[in-house]
Every structure is written in structure tokens, then in C-alpha cells.
């Protein structure tokens, strides 16, 4: 038989036998082996000592008082933090059927009396190397759950960056709608897709008036909070996904509305002179209304392939330019000379 120094250990057994002979026995036999061992005369002191300092084994009696050997090892394999230490059974019951009893509750082994003690070092050592394996292979899998879960958190953060990233370089970063960039990258993916379909396009552009007064008058920081509340109020007006709403330049909002006719867009444009009216920002004593006004000029065509979205944006100015003169606070559709006020 091979020796071991006492710092030595090749597992941690717990021995459970109300005989003390078996357990003197077994617990010299396997310290000699190197292992440590703990020995119990009964189920309850086993469950009490396995909650203490779970073992890595576990040799069970089965005739016992109060409790038997099967008791304690179906308490055992009901408890999730003591499921997973392999048992074998170590009893002079010989019938099949109490050794498939012992199997059916979780048993990993059994071993008849009287044994051969090269007998139970064999098997001791196979299910401690299972148990080892077993070990190892969950150690294995929490490791690659957690970088799979790392990978999953670094996937979700790249893409809230990717997400984040996106939304800067298309957002204009006071008013919080669409940039110029993206307003024409838009307004050439729409001019392709209605000039297809052979649907109508239309623009609106929003000045606001005398804002460089507004500015003089109240400030830089009251004039940002003032585009701010604009296009917001711009933004409520449009019910449908595919219109949109751009910062086109200082005090200049630009609308696309694609599948909209041009009474539609001028539709459009009143409610959003409405809007911009009801918020009533105090303008004196540049506004004849004593408040922020806008002024808009409107277009519509059914965009053609042979020509340039610009041509829109450039009627759209002109109908601009024809509400200033008219007085301001007012819609102007080019070519229809509508006007509202």
C-alpha cells in the first residue's frame, strides 16, 4: 500500500456507518491512501457535516437507525448545492433490488459487504476522477458563458455605439433634428423612389423672422432655446414616418414630405405656422405680434430622374422669399401664389 504525508490529500471523504469497526476500518485504510477523511455514526450528523464542508465523496451505509443510508441520499440529491457529490453505497444488502433502489436515487456506486479494499480504492478513484472531470467540464462551460456573456455585452455596447455614433452624425446636435447632410442624402433616396412610383414630392422651408433681432435682443443662449422649442413644435406636425424635419441653416427649417401633393404640403405648412404662433415666445419689438413668427415657402413636383432635387429646394426658396415680402407670418406656394396669414 502506498503512503502519503498528512499535508497530502487526494480527496476529502465523508464515511457514514453506525458500526465504529467499519469506520476505524475504512477511515485508516484511506488516510493511508491520502485521502481525508471524516467519519459520522448517523443520517443526520452526515447532512449537518455535508452542509459544514461538502466532501468530494461520500461512502453510505444503508442500514441505519432513524435514517438510512437511501434517506440521506435522497435528502442529498434534493439540495442543489450538494446534488452533484457522487455517493456509493457501501452494505451488506445484496438483492438486485436494493442495489437498483440505490441507482434509482442517485447512487453512483455500490459496493457489497464484506469488500476487498482494492475493491473500493478502485472504485473511489473512478468516481473522484468522474467527479474531478465533472468539475473541470463546469468550470469549462461557466468560463464560456461568461465570454459569452461578456461578448454579448461588448456586441450590445458596440452597436448602442454604432447606434449612438449614427445618430450624431445625422442629428443636429441643438435642435435635434435632422442635419443638412442627411436631410439631402435623404431627399435624394426619396427624388429616385416617387420619380419611379411617379408620386408627388413636396418642400417646405421655415424661416424664422427678424431672429438676428431676437437674438440682439434676448441673447445667444434665449435664441438656441427658442430653435429648440421650433422644431419640436415643427416635429408635432408630422404624422407620418417617411416626413421629415432638417436644420437646413441658422434660423432655417426645411420639411420633406414625400407621397404629398401640393395642397397637402400647404396643409402642412399652415399647421406649422399655427404651431410655432402657439408658443407665443415673447418678440417685442421687432414682431407685429409681439411674438417669434415664421415664415414658409412651399413647392411640390413629381420628381424626374433627368432633374435635380434641387430645382425643388430652390422653388421652395423663391416661395420663401415671396412670404418676407408679403409681410412675413405667412405660406407661400410657388406657382399658386396661396397665401395664408
Request: one cysteine or more; a negative charge; charged letters at 20%.
Amino acid at each position: 500500500m502506498e503512503n502519503h504525508p498528512p499535508e497530502y490529500s487526494k480527496g476529502n471523504i465523508l464515511i457514514v456507518d453506525d458500526t465504529p469497526d467499519n469506520l476505524r476500518f475504512l477511515s485508516n485504510m484511506l488516510t493511508r491512501q491520502g485521502y481525508e477523511v471524516r467519519s459520522v455514526i448517523n443520517g443526520p450528523m452526515a447532512l449537518m457535516g455535508v452542509q459544514a464542508a461538502p466532501p468530494d465523496l461520500i461512502l453510505l451505509d444503508i442500514n441505519m437507525p432513524n435514517m438510512n443510508g437511501y434517506e440521506v441520499c435522497q435528502a442529498l440529491k434534493n439540495d442543489a448545492q450538494t446534488a452533484d457529490i457522487p455517493v456509493i453505497f457501501i452494505s451488506a444488502l445484496d438483492d438486485v433490488i436494493d442495489k437498483v433502489r440505490a441507482f434509482a436515487i442517485g447512487g453512483a456506486d455500490y459496493i457489497t459487504k464484506p469488500f476487498q479494499l482494492e475493491e473500493v480504492l478502485a472504485r473511489i478513484n473512478n468516481q473522484l476522477a468522474v467527479r474531478r472531470l465533472q468539475q473541470l467540464l463546469k468550470a469549462k462551460n461557466e468560463q464560456l458563458q461568461r465570454e459569452i456573456e461578456e461578448h454579448q455585452r461588448a456586441e450590445t455596447a458596440l452597436q448602442a455605439a454604432n447606434q449612438q455614433l449614427q445618430y450624431l452624425a445625422t442629428t443636429d446636435e441643438l435642435t435635434q433634428v435632422a442635419n443638412r447632410r442627411y436631410f439631402y442624402k435623404y431627399l435624394q433616396e426619396q427624388w429616385q423612389a416617387l420619380a419611379q412610383a411617379q408620386q408627388p414630392l413636396s418642400i417646405i422651408l421655415c424661416d424664422v423672422d427678424h431672429f438676428k433681432t431676437f437674438n440682439d435682443t434676448y441673447g445667444h443662449l434665449a435664441g438656441d432655446e427658442c430653435l429648440r422649442h421650433i422644431a419640436q413644435a415643427i416635429r408635432t406636425t408630422l404624422k407620418r414616418k417617411s416626413d421629415l424635419v432638417g436644420r437646413y441653416g441658422g434660423e432655417e427649417f426645411i420639411l420633406l414630405l414625400p407621397y404629398t401633393d401640393a395642397t397637402g404640403a400647404f396643409d402642412v405648412a399652415t399647421a406649422v405656422l399655427a404651431a410655432i404662433r402657439s408658443l407665443k415666445i415673447k418678440h417685442e419689438p421687432a414682431s407685429a405680434t409681439g411674438y417669434v413668427t415664421v415664415s414658409l415657402g412651399v413647392s411640390s413636383v413629381i420628381p424626374d430622374l433627368n432633374t435635380s432635387p434641387d430645382s425643388l429646394i430652390k422653388v421652395a426658396d423663391t416661395a420663401l422669399y415671396a412670404a418676407k415680402a408679403q409681410g412675413r407670418n405667412c405660406v407661400m406656394l410657388k406657382t399658386t401664389d396661396l397665401l395664408f396669414s
